[in-house]
């Protein structure tokens, strides 16, 4: 089973683009980001860490941590990187920030920024990893081949960092067996986290122009979600998190026209929670045709994984089983993972004068 991963405050510092020696066929930060200019500089660095010191949220919530997201962070120059996290130093120093996280390329890695980042303190760097395909990485303008990925993990686990690996199931050339094999590819670099950014299609990218000439196809959201199914499956039961599912939603994002295709879902992480907590529940379920109406009772706190998004889950179960789910009772002396159900047996004795509905049940324990 994967690592608990201890949730942070994160107060976000988006850089979108900075520092990127070119742009991805997939790529839209100021879009993502909602953000069309680049709030880098020191001031406004610790006006966004002083606004976060000043909600309540702050104060309830420990560790707090510092993310630069966006951008290439390591191929900025030295004095860029400098400044952005001298702003944040003296927090850190103080305690009121616990770490410092950023993202940045495979191939962005050299001996003297990993030095800076080491005497600022930054705890965790992500890497835009997105695919263990080579073929994938070139149709994918990344720039970095699958080599570099193996070479940066190592040379970050040397000097202690955590180390986070992002990837892009969907992309030109991926497939769900290319796809699976990235993910056995990263289970031996034993990374400490994994991100799944499941490819979008999205205005004013290279992508969006391959899309509309028919050269591109997008996975489909049922197809998305058991393949981030599986691959979630697989990194954690090699002790690998995987902290996030799909691109957080913001307005610019969710604008009309933005998103031209692909899988994207206001819950997909939600889906794929569910989709993979209902896989493991199968054995506790009845066989397919063996009860026509069931009562579930589940742990109170799995409630929301065995429902789904807008009871998508309910409905799962009920294709998998042919039952039709009359009620879902919390119950929290059934064992977390399991879940129990009742029987429901409809007996219908005809008379002259009236008809008797009477319901037997029966209780099994997954």
């Known amino acids: 089973m994967s690592k608990k991963v201890r949730k942070h405050l994160i107060i976000p510092i988006f850089i979108p683009h900075q520092g990127c020696p070119h742009r991805c ?35 309830n919530q420990e560790p707090k941590e510092v993310a630069f997201y966006g951008g290439t962070f390591t191929s900025l120059p030295a004095g860029s990187m400098t400044r952005m996290l001298g702003a944040v130093k003296p927090y850190v120093e103080k305690g009121i920030i616990q770490s410092i996280r950023l993202s940045t390329r495979p ?4 001996e003297d920024k990993l030095d800076i980042l080491d005497s600022f303190g930054v705890s965790t760097v992500e890497l835009g990893v997105q695919s263990m395909n080579n073929k994938v990485l070139r149709l994918s303008n990344r720039g970095h081949t699958s080599r570099d990925t193996i070479n940066a993990v190592k040379a970050l686990k040397e000097r202690r960092f955590k180390v ?19 993910i056995d590819k990263v289970i031996d670099l034993k990374p400490d986290m994994a991100r799944l950014y499941p490819t979008l299609v999205i205005k004013g990218t290279r992508l969006a122009q391959w899309y509309k000439k028919g050269k591109y196809t997008p996975m489909g959201i049922e197809d998305t979600v058991n393949l981030c199914k599986e691959a979630c499956i697989r990194l954690e039961d090699f002790g690998i998190p995987v902290i996030r599912i799909g691109l957080m939603s913001s307005p610019s994002l969710l604008k009309k026209g933005e998103i031209i295709a692909g899988p994207w879902h206001p819950s997909l992480g939600s889906l794929v929670r569910s989709a993979i907590h209902l896989e493991r529940l199968r054995p506790c379920l009845p066989p397919m045709g063996e009860a026509k109406n069931i009562i579930l009772h589940a742990p109170k706190e799995e409630m929301p994984l065995i429902m789904g998004y807008k009871k ?3 409905r799962h179960i009920e294709t998998m089983t042919g039952a039709m789910i009359k009620d879902i009772i919390p119950d929290d002396s059934i064992p977390p993972g399991e879940v129990a159900f009742k029987v429901l047996l409809l007996l219908l004795i005809t008379s002259i004068h009236n008809e008797l509905i009477q319901f037997q049940e029966g209780f099994f324990y997954g």
């Open 312 to 314: 998508s889950g309910l």
């Open 164 to 182: 986070g690996i992002q990837l892009m199931p969907g992309l030109p050339g991926d497939s769900q067996e290319v796809f699976m094999d990235t």
């Open 25 to 59: 066929i997939f790529c839209q930060q100021k879009t993502i980001t909602n953000l069309s200019g680049s709030p880098s500089a020191p001031d406004d660095i610790r006006n966004t860490i002083e606004l976060a010191i000043s909600s309540n949220r702050f104060v």
């Open 107 to 110: 191939d962005s890695l050299s």
